[in-house]
């Protein structure tokens, strides 16, 4: 296993659903990062954690819930989702949250809401 | 304060030439500014990064170019190669500021 893993790649999911989105870092970081990247925009902070607490929510809509059991997985839940909400979602590891350090992101989930 | 402006939002360059994409930033906190490769399908990857206390960094054929009396910085390809296609981004952070990224360049370079 290597970096930074996603699962699953791609999503398909409509507005009432239920689903979460996977995160596994295999580096031995303490901090893990969700991005939502939609196109032709700057990479979008949604969430931190550094040593499984929460130390970001970058104002972002409660229908998003993260969850970080250890430093090694991140979770994003997903409910009643809205259209605009469709995007690539990064997850990110780094050694910690102190600035000034390389994230190593993974592929991304590919997430259509219909 | 916080936004890294990038340009230009596109580059097309031929094989062998010289692919240079500009950042700048407004907050003079930030002291980490590393460059992302993105291909497609795939997350960022971590390409070459430069801090303030040096004006160039080379790794290969990229260079960061950093002018930070203009609070600017560049990423310029050298021998640019058909395998460099993909989205460039620039970002920037300070020791506790989050990482700030640049909205991306889409480089393709033809044959």
């Known amino acids: 296993e290597t970096g930074v893993t996603q699962t699953p790649r791609h999503l398909v999911m409509g507005m009432t659903n239920k689903k979460s989105l996977k995160c596994e870092q295999h580096l031995g970081h303490n901090a893990m990062y969700w991005y939502k990247q939609s196109a032709k925009k700057p990479l979008e902070l949604m969430f931190v954690?550094?040593?499984?607490?929460?130390?970001e929510n970058n104002s972002v809509p409660s229908r998003f819930s993260p969850e970080c059991p250890n430093s090694s997985h991140l979770f994003l839940h997903l409910h009643t989702l809205q259209p605009e909400d469709s995007a690539l979602y990064l997850c990110?590891?780094?050694?910690?949250?102190?600035?000034?350090?390389?994230?190593?992101f993974g592929d991304g989930t590919r997430l259509s809401i219909l | 304060q916080q936004q890294v402006k990038q340009s230009p939002q596109s580059l097309i360059v031929q094989k062998g030439g010289i692919s240079i994409i500009n950042c700048a930033y407004e907050?003079?906190?930030?002291?980490?500014f590393p460059w992302y490769q993105q291909f497609p399908g795939k997350g960022p990857a971590l390409l070459i990064a430069i801090r303030p206390d040096v004006s160039e960094k080379k790794e290969g054929r990229f260079t960061i170019s950093f002018n930070k009396s203009a609070k600017q910085f560049s990423l310029h390809i050298m021998d640019s190669q058909p395998g460099d296609s993909a989205t460039y981004f620039c970002?920037?952070?300070?020791?506790?500021?989050?990482?700030?990224f640049g909205t991306g360049t889409r480089l393709q370079v033809f044959p």
């Open positions: 970002a920037a952070t300070g020791n506790t500021d989050k990482l700030i």
């Open positions: 990110a590891s780094s050694q910690d949250e102190q600035g000034g350090q390389p994230q190593h």
């Open positions: 907050n003079t906190a930030f002291d980490y």
């Open positions: 954690y550094n040593f499984k607490e929460q130390t």
